[in-house]
């Protein structure tokens, strides 16, 4: 006997997936790429106050892909690294602006947890 639940079902759950998850899709993201500087402006709710938080830092990676699409931030604050993972279109970003673009050749930086100062500094990218 054929089990064509199996067959068919993954196919089908995917393509409703799709079409329930397509109306959280934000188009407001700008293009950005591994090595950017970006802000990146944070809804936070504290009691019944909100207010935007406003976190910059390099983009050391860019996961999954779609909807799903995740991408980190890292920054050094008070002489610590912080690294935060968002959804790329994650509601609670108010928005995300590129300060520059960054030159560098991998796809993910995680090298950069390792060094400090200058060693840590990402090229510019030239026009």
Not at 6 to 16: F, T
Not at 28 to 49: L, R, Y
Not at 92 to 113: F, H, M, N, P, Q
């Amino acid at each position: 006997m054929i089990n064509l639940s199996a067959a068919i079902l993954p196919e089908h759950i995917m393509k409703a997936t799709d079409l329930i998850d397509a109306g959280t899709v934000r188009d407001d993201i700008p293009d950005f790429a591994i090595g950017d500087t970006v802000k990146v402006h944070v809804k936070v709710v504290e009691g019944s106050k909100e207010r935007i938080q406003v976190f910059q830092g390099a983009v050391i990676r860019r996961e999954h892909g779609g909807v799903h699409e995740t991408f980190t931030v890292r920054k050094v604050s008070y002489g610590v690294g912080v690294e935060r993972i968002w959804p790329v279109h994650c509601p609670t970003i108010d928005r995300l602006e590129v300060v520059s673009r960054g030159d560098v050749r991998r796809a993910k930086l995680y090298y950069l947890r390792d060094r400090v100062g200058k060693r840590a500094k990402i090229r510019e990218l030239r026009d």
